[in-house]
C-alpha cells in the first residue's frame, strides 16, 4: 500500500519558519517527481513546489520563490518543504504529492499519481 505521510505542519508568527516533511512508503519513488500544493480556506488547490527525483530540477510557484525551498532524501524516501518568511497569505493545508510528470504538478493536478492527507499550516500576527 502506498503511503504519503506529511509532518510538521502547526502555528506560526509572520515571518517565521517551518519545515515540512513527507514520508513515502509502499513503492519506490525513483521515477516520480514529488512535491507540495495547499488549499487555503474557499480556495482552490494550487501548485506550490516540486523537485525531480536526482534533485537537481526545481519548479515552484511565483508567490513561494526566494522563501520556499523543496528538498528530498531518497535513501530515506522522504520529501522537505523548508518554509521561510511566512505569510498569513501561507496559511493553508499542505499537500505532499508524487507523480512521474510535472505537468500534472503545474496544470493537471487531478491526474497526480500520490496524494498525502495534508497537514496544517497556520501562519498568524
Known amino acids: 500500500q502506498v503511503q504519503l505521510v506529511e509532518s510538521g505542519g502547526g502555528l506560526v508568527q509572520t515571518g517565521g519558519s517551518l519545515r515540512l516533511a513527507c514520508v513515502a512508503s509502499?513503492?519506490?519513488?525513483?521515477?516520480?517527481?514529488m512535491g507540495w500544493f495547499r488549499q487555503a480556506p474557499g480556495k482552490d488547490r494550487e501548485f506550490v513546489v516540486a523537485?525531480?527525483?536526482?534533485?537537481?530540477?526545481?519548479y515552484g510557484a511565483d508567490a513561494v520563490i526566494g522563501r520556499f525551498t523543496v528538498s528530498r532524501d531518497n535513501a530515506k524516501n522522504t520529501a522537505y518543504l523548508q518554509m521561510n518568511s511566512l505569510k498569513e497569505d501561507d496559511t493553508a493545508v499542505y499537500y505532499c504529492?508524487?507523480?512521474?510528470?510535472?505537468?500534472?504538478?503545474?496544470?493537471?493536478?487531478?491526474?497526480?499519481?500520490?496524494w498525502g492527507r495534508g497537514t496544517q499550516v497556520t501562519v498568524s500576527s
Open positions: 504529492a508524487a507523480d512521474p510528470s510535472i505537468i500534472n504538478f503545474i496544470n493537471f493536478d487531478r491526474q497526480i499519481e500520490y
Open positions: 509502499g513503492r519506490t519513488f525513483d521515477e516520480h517527481i
Open positions: 523537485i525531480d527525483y536526482s534533485g537537481s530540477i526545481r
